[in-house]
Every structure is written in C-alpha cells, then in structure tokens.
Nanobody
Framework: QVQLVESGGGLVPAGGSLSLSCTVS????????MAWFRQTPERDREVVAA????????YYKMSVEGRATISRDNAKDTVYLRMNSLKSEDTGVYSC????????????????WGQGTQVSVSS
C-alpha cells in the first residue's frame, strides 16, 4: 500500500520561509511524478509545484514562481518544497500527491495523497 506522509508547516511570519517534506512508502518514489497541492476554504486543491520522475523538470504555479523550489531525493523516497518570501495568500493545507502518469493541474488525476499539513502565514 502506497503511503505519503508530509512533515513541516506550521505558523510562519510573512516574509519568512517554509520547508515541507513528503516521504513515500510502499513503492519506490521514482515510479511517480510528485507534486505539492494547496487547498484553502475559498479554493479547491490547486497544484503549487510538480516535479518529474527524475527531478530534471519542474512546474510552478505562477504566484509562487521564483519563491518556491521543489526537489526530490529518490534514494530517500522524499520530495521537498521550500518557499521563501511568504505571503498571506500562501496560507493553506499543503498536500503532496503522486501519480504514475505525467501529472496535470487536475487534482482528480493524482492517485495518491498525503494527509496534508497546515501552513499559516501571519501578517
């Protein structure tokens, strides 16, 4: 059974940084394209960043481009998201997701999900 477990998050001051990690178990992470999604009470899950199988290509939501870095360590079955210059609109529940396909912006196309971790940016 594939499981994704996130860690990190919490309360962060505006302008600060955050670091999230997600560890995959039950299957080697190199089988998956990985992504971080964010959900808020106002918006459904939207992809913040995604990274391909080998880590050689990544995608970022326009609002975080230049402030976020997604990376992966397949030897550790772990994917990371680091963000700096945090803004109040970065607040939300961050979930990592995995798919054996090439991935898309649609949450329903991602087959595996972590439980999510709350990130709250205080202004």
């Amino acid at each position: 059974q594939v499981q994704l477990v996130e860690s990190g998050g919490g309360l962060v001051p505006a302008g600060g940084s955050l670091s999230l990690s997600c560890t995959v178990s039950g299957r080697t992470m190199s089988d998956f394209v990985m992504a971080w999604f964010r959900q808020t009470p106002e918006r459904d899950r939207e992809v913040v960043a995604a990274i391909n199988f080998s880590g050689t290509n990544s995608y970022y939501k326009m609002s975080v481009e230049g402030r976020a870095t997604i990376s992966r360590d397949n030897a550790k079955d772990t994917v990371y998201l680091r963000m700096n210059s945090l803004k109040s609109e970065d607040t939300g529940v961050y979930s990592c997701a995995a798919t054996t396909n090439y991935g898309s912006r649609l949450a329903r196309t991602w087959g595996y999900w972590g439980q999510g971790t709350q990130v709250s940016v205080s202004s």
